[in-house]
């Protein structure tokens, strides 16, 4: 029977190939590819040798083992309270240590999504919403007086801001919410919230129905009208 002799270069490779797929951390590794794992500390000496040989930093590595079942179900329903994106693909870009302790824990992230008590389906539905359903949602936010500016949306509603973006603003956030009619300058809005501020005054920014039409300002006319 042929049998695989490791070099220092295949380790390398092997784990280069799994990194971003499935954890590295020594316990995953020595327990479904022990042949991995016993070539990796017989050439470099410790799994940790291995790792750094790769280029990897064994410290950030190291953080899906102290991730537990309750751990990762906690900081799931976190997100979920903050209006942070759920989507796997999102999950994967912002917090890898997360998805890939999911993994780890669950098999899969929509199995950890479930298990915090999130129905997964939904959220696989937003990443194909029609843009009637994503004009919806904006405007459900602005009629609750949600801060629509483009940082509170990065921080609350992520999925929302690359949905609007990309089906109604072809890739501005400003032009996706003038598709659903609205209006307000939220640059100028915040600046006169920071002067109410500075005058003493901190109750709440009121609008009319006549709110401060859109200013529409490019690099190349800097910013004139």
């Known amino acids: 029977m042929f049998q695989k002799i490791w070099t220092g270069e295949l380790v390398r490779q092997y784990i280069l190939d799994a990194n971003g797929r499935e954890p590295l951390n020594s316990h995953y590794f020595s327990t479904h590819y022990p042949s991995v794992y016993a070539a990796a500390e017989r050439i470099f000496g410790s799994w940790k040798a291995a790792i750094e040989s790769a280029g990897l930093d064994y410290r950030k590595i ?32 912002s917090d890898k240590p997360l998805y890939m302790a999911a993994i780890h824990r669950f098999q ?55 949905a609007g973006m990309k089906k109604l603003g072809k890739g501005s956030w400003a032009a996706a919410r003038r598709k659903c009619g ?44």
């Open 62 to 93: 190291r953080k899906y083992r102290i991730w537990t079942r309750s751990g990762v179900l906690q900081t799931i329903k976190q997100m979920k309270k903050a209006g942070k994106s759920l989507s796997c693909q999102t999950v994967q870009n």
């Open 182 to 225: 609205i209006r307000r300058n939220y640059r100028l809005a915040k600046y006169k919230f920071n002067k109410q501020r500075r005058n003493g005054n901190t109750g709440p920014m009121h609008f009319n129905e006549h709110d401060i039409q859109e200013s529409v300002c490019s690099f190349t006319t800097g910013g004139k009208r």
């Open 108 to 162: 899969s992230w929509s199995q950890a999504v479930r298990a915090a008590g999130i129905d997964y389906s939904k959220i696989r539905r937003r990443r194909s919403m029609t843009p009637e359903e994503i004009k919806s949602e904006i405007l459900a936010l602005f009629r609750r007086g949600e801060d629509l500016a483009y940082s509170n949306m990065r921080e609350k509603h992520q999925y929302l801001l690359a």
